[in-house]
Every structure is written in C-alpha cells, then in structure tokens.
C-alpha cells in the first residue's frame, strides 16, 4: 500500500499565498504522475495540477497563471504552490499518485480564502 499525507493547508487572505506538500511513503515503485485535486463545498473533485514522472505539467486553466506543482523523485513530494489565492479557491485539497494501474489518494488538507 501506498500512504499520502498532504501539509500546508490553512486560512489565508485574498491575494496571499499557501504552499502545499504531499510526502508519499509505503510500497512506492514506479510513481508515474503525481498531483492535486480539490472539492469545495456543494461541488465535484476538480484536477487542479498533476505533474508526469519526467516532469511534464497540466493546469485547469484558472489556476494556471498562480499556481506552480513541482515534484522530488528522490523523496517522494509533490508540492503545490499558491499564489494570488482567491475566495473560490476555498477547497480540501487532495494529492494523488498513480502507480502502475493504481490511484492512490491522501486525506487532504483544508484551504480557506477570506475576502
């Protein structure tokens, strides 16, 4: 099995920032992609970034101008960085991993934007 454990998450203000991490650990061998998703309240998972194992990037588009997702091989990160944070980005955050045919998925981590 394979853990996740999102850090990071918080209560900021509209226009700060937030930097998220998520360590995996476990029976980890050949991580391919590695990312985000994020549900707000009253709404479906939505991708927010995901990054491949040689380092290419995919955005959902309102986000692409503020975020940036980058990830360490050798120890098993995936880390979300978030700046111009707005209200409706108020969500849990969620990583995941896929390793060979499985989706492996942490708990989440709580983000809140005050306007």
């Known amino acids: 099995q394979v853990q996740l454990v999102e850090s990071g998450g918080g209560f900021v203000q509209a226009g700060e920032s937030l930097r998220l991490s998520c360590l995996a650990s476990g029976s980890i061998s050949s991580i391919g992609a590695m990312g985000w998703y994020r549900q707000a309240p009253g709404k479906q998972r939505e991708l927010v970034a995901l990054i491949t194992s040689g380092g290419i990037t995919n955005y959902a588009d309102s986000m692409k101008d503020r975020f940036t997702i980058s990830r360490d091989n050798a120890k098993n990160t995936v880390t979300l960085q978030m700046d111009s944070l707005k209200p409706e980005d108020t969500a849990v955050y969620f990583c995941?991993?896929?390793?060979?045919?499985?989706?492996?998925w942490g708990q989440g981590t709580q983000v809140t934007v005050s306007s």
């Open positions: 995941y991993l896929v390793q060979r045919w499985s989706t492996f």
